[in-house]
């Protein structure tokens, strides 16, 4: 897997397919890998080259020894692009990998042909700031949760009632999760850039073409905060997807697939 030392940092990534290029962003506490099952297959069929990072915290790229901020992982974006000499080009990101994307598009136009964004928002409110806080004074106070315990609390808050009632279903998320516990060095200080600052005015700024993708049971990043994000976009188009919670593109890929490469291609019935 390709290395590159950008904004201070060793930030690892993957390509996968040929054509024009898509980079595709993760959100808190996850890797790379996440997009490879369902996302990275579905944009390569249709011929795009996908470009997928681990960020700034998230082993094996560096970044997680002192607190960083929305903008360096910005920056760390911005500078991959520039690096493989791809911009402007597609950019995709879900729940923190979207704000990045969002703020890429709004500071670096000249990076980003068009933006994708995924159970994304643009301001803290009262519940979603009262939730990172909480679970970061968990981190900080070491508490270490039994894996179950820990895998249950995931579920209940990523995944939609259809799924959670899906007894088969949830019997393999379940597994998974305690398989794959979220973290890592970089997790507390990715947790912190979920209090994000009131941005909508912001984003009237943006002038490149974005969609943003809502999931109508999302509790982190619920569909009406999705919703202001694209109402302060100019032209932004809204796809709010039914039956799907925060990881909505992992409950229902071929839903989301479809609207996203609807989107990036340009094929989206009128």
């Known amino acids: 897997m390709p290395v590159i030392d950008v904004n201070g940092i060793q930030l690892h990534y993957e390509e996968a397919g040929e054509g024009e290029p898509v980079v595709m962003i993760q959100g808190t506490g996850a890797g790379r890998t996440v997009w490879q099952l369902h996302q990275v297959p579905a944009l390569t069929a249709v011929g795009f080259r996908v470009i997928t990072l ?34 402007p080009c597609r950019v995709v990101g879900t729940s923190l990998g979207a704000f990045i994307t969002q703020e890429l598009a709004l500071c670096r136009p000249d990076l ?24 970061i004074e968990l981190y900080d106070a070491e508490v270490e949760l039994p894996v179950r315990y820990a895998a249950v609390v995931r579920a209940l808050k990523s995944l939609s009632p259809r799924t959670l009632d899906n007894g ?25 850039l979920s209090t994000l600052d009131h941005r909508l005015e912001a984003y009237r700024g943006i002038r490149v073409p974005c969609q943003v993708i809502a999931f109508a049971d999302d509790l982190i990043t619920p569909p009406h905060l999705a919703r202001e994000v694209a109402d302060a976009i100019p032209g932004a188009a809204y796809e709010l997807i039914e039956g799907c919670g925060h990881y909505g593109y992992l409950e229902d890929p071929a839903a989301v697939n479809k609207a996203m490469v609807e989107f990036l291609t340009g094929t989206a019935a009128r």
């Open 54 to 87: 681990d960020n700034r915290g998230i082993p094996p790229t560096s970044g997680w020894t002192e607190g960083f901020t929305l903008q360096d992982m910005v920056g760390d974006v911005a500078g991959l692009i520039e690096h493989l000499g791809i911009g």
């Open 112 to 135: 980003v042909r068009q933006a994708v964004l995924v159970a994304t928002r643009g301001r803290t409110d009262v519940l979603r700031a009262a939730i990172t806080r909480a679970e």
């Open 168 to 192: 088969a279903a949830m019997a393999d998320w379940l597994d998974l999760f305690e398989l794959s516990p979220a973290g890592g060095p970089g997790h507390r200080s990715q947790m912190e």
